[in-house]
């Protein structure tokens, strides 16, 4: 799979990867929208309603109403299951204590913080963090709202441990030595 799918553990990435083979077809290496729908529904680590609405809009954008005629390339299949994934750990970080004070500190309690703010702060931090590649969910929003914010960061998970990304785990282990 691609390097794109920050979202992902490596095991989860082997899951699906394995996944996609076991239901391509020898001959076109594509699945069926259908195929696609069981892979992830049958990955229990997302939840039941985030797929079900992804899997919505995917197929509207599909323009298809038939599962079985809609062909799933291994290149579209990577871009839904990042999609899925980001919006798996959006729902997720919407509801984390830890993100949204993040968020509140960083946004000095207003309703949103500009892109650049959070620049200046990976920059005085010195953050290992590739700049692009931390803002691609989010693409080109200079204004971040919470709701965006949370695109940002791998969610905790469901173990309820506090498993930040290295720019918030950064952050925090330098604001707590104060």
Partial sequence: MQGSLTHLSHADFKYFENAFKDYSNAQSKDI???????????????????????LEK????????????????????????????LEHDKYLNERDPEIKYLFELLSLG???IYKKKIVEVIKDFELPINIDEF?????????????DFCYLFKSTGESGEILMNTFASSFYKINTNE
């Fill in 32 to 54: 069926t929208f259908r195929n696609l729908r069981e892979i992830i529904i049958s990955f229990k680590k997302f939840g039941k309603n985030i797929v079900q609405t992804c």
């Fill in 58 to 85: 995917i197929i509207k954008r599909l323009a298809s109403q038939n599962e079985d005629e809609v062909y799933v390339g291994y290149r579209d299949y990577c871009e839904y299951l990042q999609f899925i994934a």
């Fill in 110 to 112: 207003e309703s949103s």
């Fill in 135 to 147: 803002f691609a969910p989010i693409g080109k929003k200079e204004e971040i709202f919470f709701e």
